[in-house]
């Protein structure tokens, strides 16, 4: 199902803060990673790593309505895209989230078409969608003013659509299909667990490899970017054979991957 109107994939707007869009649009790899922890200066320090997006967790992180504008605001100021992945796929969730400035939302555990439906509506403006305007908060983190920001929001900011249990493997076409519907990411942990009944998948489940080949089929079938959760680079550069982004680990693992690893050297 062809768009009637420019989304993120054929939008002709020029903005070059937009980062993480950029990067996908030039068929580069695109890196993003998680924090959950609420700091600006935490926020500071993981976008001048060299990644093109942070996903700000307000899913399963620590991190509130305060630290999600901080967050937002301190990264996209460094010039990467700050991405929220939201709690849930509820209006209110959805433009309080937009209107930090977030150059994109991925919303977790989307298993219908009309769920997708539903996420694309409230995310844009009219006339493609129901989102109201009242902030001026977003235009800064896209370094626009408010007209220009009303003009171009709507096909610059990613909607990301995690796939990420057994009933979105199952109609994930349909919701690639979706007009709108930019990205789709996979949550492999959460989709072991509804697939296998485990996680963290071995990966080499037959169930499971199947559910992320169709998850990519449809992707590519309907134009839209596909990216997935890896654990570390040597990962990345594996998946990236085959998505077009991934997400490389997050910060709370990484922390205690790093010191944990240290102190094994001390104390074997």
Same mark, same amino acid.
């Given at each position: ?40 200066? =935490? ?18 992180? =620590? ?6 504008? $901080? ?31 977030? =150059? ?49 929001? $709507? ?75 890896? $654990? ?37």
């Amino acid at each position: 199902m062809a768009s009637s109107y420019p989304t993120a994939h054929n939008t002709e707007v020029q903005n070059p803060r937009l980062r993480l869009l950029n990067t996908l649009r030039k068929k580069e790899p695109a890196l993003m990673t998680f924090i959950a922890i609420p700091s600006v200066r =935490h926020a500071q320090i993981v976008a001048l790593t060299g990644l093109d997006g942070v996903i700000i967790d307000c899913e399963h992180g =620590h991190i509130g309505d305060d630290s999600m504008h $901080n967050s937002v605001s301190a990264i996209s100021a460094l010039g990467v895209s700050p991405i929220i992945r939201v709690r849930g796929p509820q209006p209110d969730i959805l433009k309080r989230a937009l209107d930090t400035g977030a =150059h994109g939302l991925m919303v977790p555990m989307i298993n219908t078409a009309e769920e997708a439906q539903a996420v694309v509506t409230y995310s844009k403006f009219p006339p493609q969608g129901l989102r109201g305007q009242g902030s001026a908060f977003p235009a800064i983190g896209h370094g626009l003013t408010t007209p220009e920001y009303m003009k171009s929001a $709507n096909q610059t900011i990613l909607t990301i659509l995690q796939i990420e249990s057994k009933q979105g493997v199952e109609n994930v076409d349909a919701i690639a299909a979706v007009p709108g519907v930019d990205y789709l990411f996979i949550g492999p942990n959460d989709l072991a667990q509804s697939l296998l009944g485990y996680t963290p998948a071995k990966g080499d489940e037959p169930v499971f490899v199947e559910a992320i080949e169709k998850i990519v089929a449809a992707a590519r079938k309907h134009g839209k970017w596909v990216g997935r959760l890896v $654990n570390d680079g040597p990962l990345a550069v594996e998946a990236l054979k085959k998505f077009d982004s991934v997400a490389i680990t997050g910060d709370t693992k990484a922390i205690s991957n790093w010191y944990t690893a240290q102190i094994s050297c001390v104390r074997p």
